[in-house]
């Protein structure tokens, strides 16, 4: 089974006017700005599962509402697994969160410091892990880099994960995209801390950061613990996939190491869904 942990939904109109301009600065395609249901719907035919989540961050300027995601969501149960996107900004966010799980039937969250302007162990963000704690829900959180200009640096190293993962350690984790750039500081959280894992998405198209990440991972002996992902709509998970399983393409003749085969089948194929509590 194949299962995309890691897929957008949005609309042209949840992305601010300087958030769209920040982000085609980098992005350049519009169309990236805007994925309908369809479109999602027809890029997952490449997957078995899809985990999919809005955004909550005013801060840099792009909300897509939890109501949006969950009626896309509800239209396909027997694929979609909806996270709820909660921003410790929002007045009222632990009631979202609450809302989200018990009458959206979101299975798990989605947050996002760097963009959202937090630090990962602000108090306000105890209750939430607390909740999940308690819940068995996984968090994907995207502690890493982004190109907004106005997302803070600071907040964004995956090491800062570590105090979190001390306080809660029944707490499932998963870092999108390895924490780009500190993928190193994130295959050796994810080694140490049982309950973290990290996803491969968005990562193939740089492909000698690609290699490097997953032979990292490989040579810390975390590999196990690296989830398949596309980070649709900004890569298709097909081609997301056979990137993960082309990934020594780039050692050519050079005598590079190569990554084992079933350790790229693994993470293609990972029990993704066993490993974080979802049905
Ligand atoms: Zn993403």
């Known amino acids: 089974m194949i299962v995309d942990c890691h897929t957008h939904v949005w609309k042209r109109a949840h992305w601010t006017e300087e ?28 997957v078995d599962k899809a ?30 697994i909806g996270f709820v996107a909660v921003d410790p900004h929002e007045p009222g966010y632990l009631d979202e969160l609450r809302r989200g799980i018990e009458d959206l039937k979101f299975q798990g969250v989605k947050l996002a410091p760097i963009y959202q302007n937090y630090h990962v162990m602000d108090e306000r963000m105890l209750p939430v892990y607390d909740y999940c704690q308690k819940n068995g829900l996984p968090i994907l959180i995207h502690q890493g880099t982004t190109f907004f200009a106005k997302a803070p640096l600071k907040y964004a190293l995956p090491v800062q994960l570590e105090e979190v993962a001390l306080h809660y350690p029944g707490l499932v984790m998963v870092i999108a995209h390895m924490g780009h750039p500190w993928i190193e500081e994130t295959v050796v959280l994810i080694r140490k801390q049982p309950n973290f894992y990290a996803d491969v998405s968005a990562l193939y198209y740089r492909p000698w950061q690609f290699y490097n990440a997953l032979m990292s991972a490989v040579e810390y002996g975390a590999a196990h613990k690296l989830l398949f992902g596309s980070d649709y709509p900004f890569t298709q998970p097909g081609v997301s996939a056979d990137a993960v399983r082309n990934a020594n393409r780039i050692t050519g ?3 590079l190491p190569r990554i084992p085969s079933d350790v790229l089948d693994g993470i293609v194929e990972r029990n993704t869904l066993g490993l974080l509590n979802l049905s």
């Open 51 to 80: 985990i999919v989540f809005g955004f909550s961050a005013r801060h840099t300027g792009l909300v897509v509402p939890n109501d949006f995601v969950a009626d896309y969501v509800s239209r396909h149960p027997e694929k979609l």
């Open 253 to 255: 003749s050079s005598g």
């Open 19 to 46: 958030a769209q301009q920040d982000a085609l600065r980098v992005i350049r395609d519009p169309c990236l700005l805007e994925t309908t249901a369809e479109q999602h719907w027809q890029a997952m035919q490449a």
